[in-house]
């Protein structure tokens, strides 16, 4: 599985108007119930924060990957949410976020070896300068599902 398999528009929100993290993880945890990927908002939202108490997903660049694996995830999806605004979260660089990739992944094996290539790819656009700029300005699918195919 490629990334640019994994974009569900379903699970996109590319004009997110929450607060702080906390609603900005809820939200997209909404779309990933509301589209058949998790079965049970709370117990994934508690996988998250469980996954964020041992070290801050937020890589720099006013990016976030939060993930934690869940029993209540059905399918691996990657929920993307870029914000409107900045909003605080733990990061490496100090800096705030305001462009979440957050991973609904299951306990199952196969399910976390999927994650671990789609992190990993993920980590290596996020390692390209232009792929960041074109990112933080993106403001439709289309141009996600570009930069990912490239």
């Known amino acids: 599985m490629k990334v640019i398999d994994a ?8 004009s997110m108007n929450t607060t ?5 993880i809820t939200h997209l945890a909404e779309k990933l119930k509301a589209a058949g990927y998790v079965d049970n908002i709370d117990e994934f939202v508690e996988d998250i924060y469980e996954r964020e108490a041992q070290g801050s997903t937020g890589i720099g660049n006013y990016i976030a990957i939060p993930h934690g694996k869940s029993d ?13 605004n900045e909003i ?8 705030g ?3 979440i990739f957050l991973f609904a992944v299951s306990n199952d094996h196969e399910y976390a070896r999927n994650h671990m290539k789609l992190l990993a790819e993920i980590a290596t656009k ?20 570009e930069i990912f195919a490239s």
């Open 7 to 14: 974009i569900d528009e379903r699970i996109i929100d590319l």
């Open 20 to 24: 702080d993290k906390k609603d900005t």
């Open 72 to 84: 209540s995830v059905k399918q691996v999806g990657i929920a993307i949410g870029k914000l409107n």
């Open 88 to 95: 605080e979260w733990e990061t490496l660089d100090g800096n």
């Open 97 to 99: 976020v305001n462009l």
């Open 126 to 145: 996020l390692g390209n300068d232009e792929a960041v700029d074109k990112l933080m300005k993106m403001t439709k699918v289309e141009e996600l599902k």
